[in-house]
Structure formats: C-alpha cells, structure tokens
C-alpha cells in the first residue's frame, strides 16, 4: 500500500509542477471574479459529479466566508436545487440544465464558471453559450486538453492532465486560491 500511496503523491506533485505555468491564466479568472462581485454581480458555478461538488464548495465559500469576516459575495452553485434539476431533466433534457438556470437567473455584470474535468460535459457546452448569446462573462476549469469546451469560455484555466483526481485536486486548490484572493481584495 505504501507505493501505491506514494505513487499517487507523485502524480499529485507532477499534476502541480504543471499547474504552476497556469498562473497567467489563474490571475485572469481571479480578476474576472473581483470585478463581477465589485461591480454588484454574482457567480454563477455548475459542475457534473466531483466538479458540481466543487461548484458547490466555492460557492459556499464565497456566500458564507473563506478566511476574512466579510458580507455574503453573491455566488451561487447551479447544482443544488434536486427539484429543478429531476424536473427540468425529466421534462426536457439534462444538457440544458445548466443554460436553462442561466437563462432565468443570470444577468450583465454576472460571471458564469463551469467546471468539466473533461472539458466536453454537454451541460456545460451548452450553459457557456446561453451565457455568450446574453453578453455574460464566461469561464471554465477544465482538464486534459480542454475537449469541446477549450477556447469556448471568455477565461479557461486547464489543468493539463489526464487523471481525473489529480484535475479535481487541482481545481480545487486554483479555487481556494481564488477565495484567499477574494479576501483581500474584497474583505
């Protein structure tokens, strides 16, 4: 079991050596952030499975408190409301998911992030574009070379890597870095 441990630690540490190079991308996401949440607006997150749990977790972390005792930032997880999600899926189709809650809840001045390991999640697809057919700011973290979703979004953070654990691992540390960043900008 050890190897195996250690084995997982060294594609953890290589998965971040990489991340390293992403910082330009990284830095423009965080600005983009700072700028809608200033500006009044919110952030909007969406996800499938690992990545709706991590849309989740930021958007908590923004609403209620990363580090500083700070108001609420207006952020919002797309993933959370089973009532719609059972309903909109059995009434029209799960690819339109996202860019239906979009449609109804996002305005001007919003940020809308997607996050898809690999970079084709059709919901996702589909959400960026709603959110470009409305004038919204756009962004994704995505993995592996970014699939479909690569150059869609106005800012796309990939994690260049082929395993999905060490993408969501990724994603989440660029996202709690976003939040310690929020703080002191906005705190």
């Known amino acids: 079991m050890i190897s195996s441990f250690e084995g997982a630690l060294k594609r953890h540490q290589e998965t971040f050596e990489r991340v390293q190079s992403l910082g330009p991308e990284v830095v423009a996401l965080a600005e983009a952030v700072v700028e809608c949440l200033r500006g009044g607006g919110k952030v909007l997150w969406m996800g499938n499975g690992g990545s709706a749990a991590d849309a989740q977790h930021l958007a908590a972390e923004l609403m209620v408190r990363y580090k500083a005792e700070r108001g609420p930032l207006g952020s919002i997880a797309l993933t959370t409301d089973s009532s719609l999600m059972t309903a909109h899926s059995n009434d029209y189709e799960f690819e339109t998911l996202f860019s239906r809650q979009i449609e109804g809840l996002a305005k001007p001045g919003d940020l809308v992030i997607g996050i898809s390991t690999s970079g084709n999640s059709g919901n996702i697809i589909k959400a960026v574009e709603q959110a470009q057919a409305m004038g919204i700011k756009s962004a994704t973290l995505l993995g592996r070379d970014g699939g479909k979703l690569a150059g869609m979004a106005d800012i796309s953070v990939t994690v260049p890597s082929d395993e999905t654990a060490r993408i969501q691992e990724a994603h ?9 960043q929020i703080d002191s900008d906005l705190a």
């Open 172 to 180: 989440i540390f660029i996202g709690h870095w976003l939040c310690e």
